[in-house]
Every structure is written in C-alpha cells, then in structure tokens.
C-alpha cells in the first residue's frame, strides 16, 4: 500500500504491506477474535484549511485516523478489543527542519486516538529510520524493516 491509503482485510492468507515510513506514520489495527487487520498510512497531521487537495482523507492524521477506526468497526471489530499500534514519526536529518512533520504526526495520532478512546502502544517511533511494515492477517504479527534516512 502506498502513502495515504487504508487496507483491511479478514483474509487469513494476506499480508499488509507499507512501505518507507519515514517522517510519515503507520497505524496497524487487529481484532484477534476475528482475524481482522488493518493499516493507514499518514502523511501529515492535518489537512490544510480551505484545501481544494484531492488527496484521500486518510493522507492526513485528522481525516484518516477517525475514517480508518470507523472501518474497522464496521469490518464488524468492536473498539475495545482492538490492538492498534502506531509506528514512524521519524526526524528529518535536514539541518532546517523546522515542520518537524514526523513529530507533529506521532502528536496528531495519539491526540486523536485518544479523543476516539482507542487504545494503543506507541511501537516504533521516531528515530532517523525509515520503516517498512508487513502486518500478517492471520496472527496481527507485525514485522519491521528499517533503513536509516539518508541525507
């Protein structure tokens, strides 16, 4: 799956992906007693206002995070029994990075998480690391691989 998309699945025999998740963040749901798993992938906190972006709302933290809950839950999970970790965040190795978007994401997810009163472990975060997730639908097992960011 690429930047911005959400994928759920109750087959047992796939394997989510996403890839280089560097300042940007993944969010891995599972629901054990179903076996169903789910993933985003965000790019920035929040969606510029007045924006006219055709980008999908699960591009930004405030958009996606509420739209990827909502579809776990009617993929037939209930909220309280959810696994929901949330990876990435890195820091740019640029001397002027003053966006900070990894670190502004990390907030934006736990804020919202939180307002949703979802549960969650902090997993992999931050750090000058890309990371690639790869989720197996059958366990909720997450696998990481990471390659440090280059300048």
Known sequence: M???DIIIS????????????ASCVGITAYSAS???AGMIHIVLPNRPE????????SYYASTGVPLFIRKMLKAGCHKNELTVSVYGGAF??????CFNIGVRNIKSVKNILTELNVCYNLTDI????SRTLIMDVATGTVKINTLPISN
């Open 50 to 57: 007045n924006s006219v972006s055709n980008s999908s709302p």
């Open 126 to 129: 931050g750090g000058h690391i």
């Open 2 to 4: 690429g930047l911005g």
């Open 92 to 97: 740019a190795h640029c001397v002027n990075d």
């Open 34 to 36: 179903l076996h169903i």
């Open 10 to 21: 109750n087959d047992t025999s796939d394997i989510l992906k996403t890839f280089a998740l």
